[in-house]
């Protein structure tokens, strides 16, 4: 008796096709970042020695998170100013890459060659020709601002915001924030060029309905162009602060590489997640704040 083979829908082969595509993303996905990732959060909780045995680990419990955050005298200073850094540098960015993405959206000529320039910092710091280029001081482009000789020496800046007669906590805020402004000016590419693709996927008919109605351009911008950056603002602000966080400059990714180098992977692993599990609380601010004010405010359109 001949078995009939009953016929595949063509919606399963789609389905055994993509998985199929998509199974050395999965076995990827797997092997070089979830098994890091909890072996990682293993190791924070034990001390790992290397003998003649090889490689022994001795789990010891909560004893590396003791050490960093009681028995160490720089981890949580190196937390508060990764916290301050965090409060300076993210609104910062955003401000500059708001100004130029709204400058270079517009209709003009050579607007391609100048969106190419302001991207040209981002394609510098991504290859070896930084090294080459506009060292400062000791470090790199990346990692300091100009050197007071070529930069800000020439602006006494504290003795500017010292005759405005703000308050000392403003003051101080914005003398870090112009301290650092050329690093920070540096690392604006690419949210420019997210907040670009977020200003040209608004309809145009918003803003017809805007002139419409007498809307100057102030009022446009906070009613009708601020309201649908929402989405694509928050992203930013996600991207920023992981950049931000990751950089070689922090004084945790710092430490916590030096205790690798020093064979002390459960202390350096600990150092790395109990930071980490700070900047997600960060986050998830970030998230609490969008949903109950800007989706409860503008709805769909945030």
Not at 29 to 46: D, W
Not at 84 to 95: E, G, Q, T
Not at 113 to 130: D, E, H, M, N
Request: charged content about 15%; glycine content about 6%.
């Amino acid at each position: 008796m001949i078995r009939k083979v009953k016929p595949k829908s063509l919606e399963r082969l789609k389905e055994r096709y993509a998985f199929m595509f998509i199974s050395p993303w999965i076995i990827g996905m797997i092997i070089f970042f979830l098994f890091p990732i909890f072996h990682s959060i293993y190791l924070s909780f034990a001390n790992l020695t290397i003998g003649t045995e090889g490689v022994l680990t001795e789990f010891v419990g909560s004893e590396n998170y003791y050490k960093i955050l009681v028995t160490d005298p720089e981890y949580l200073d190196n937390v508060l100013d990764a916290f301050k850094n965090i409060f300076i540098s993210v609104p910062f960015i955003l401000v500059v890459s708001m100004v130029l993405a709204l400058l270079l959206n517009g209709k003009y000529k050579g607007r391609i060659f100048f969106r190419g320039l302001y991207f040209l910092p981002v394609i510098i710091a991504s290859g070896s020709v930084l090294q080459l280029f506009l060292t400062a001081g000791s470090t790199n482009a990346t990692e300091a601002a100009v050197s007071d000789a070529a930069g800000f020496n020439l602006i006494d800046f504290d003795a500017v915001l010292g005759g405005l007669n703000l308050p000392s906590f403003l003051e101080d805020y914005i003398s870090l924030a112009l301290s650092e402004i050329f690093m920070l000016v540096w690392q604006s590419g690419i949210q420019t060029i997210l907040i670009i693709a977020g200003l040209q996927s608004i309809p145009d008919l918003h803003y017809e309905v805007a002139r419409v109605e007498g809307a100057n351009a102030w009022e446009t911008f906070w009613f009708v162009t601020f309201p649908q950056l929402i989405r694509t603002m928050v992203l930013v602000i996600i991207f920023t602060i992981i950049e931000v966080c990751a950089a070689n400059t922090n004084g945790i990714i710092s430490a916590a590489y030096r205790k690798f180098n020093d064979i002390e992977y459960g202390v350096g692993s600990a150092m790395l997640w109990f930071y980490y599990i700070f900047v997600a609380a960060v986050m998830l601010i970030i998230f609490f704040i969008y949903q109950r004010v800007f989706v409860k405010k503008w709805g769909e359109s945030a």
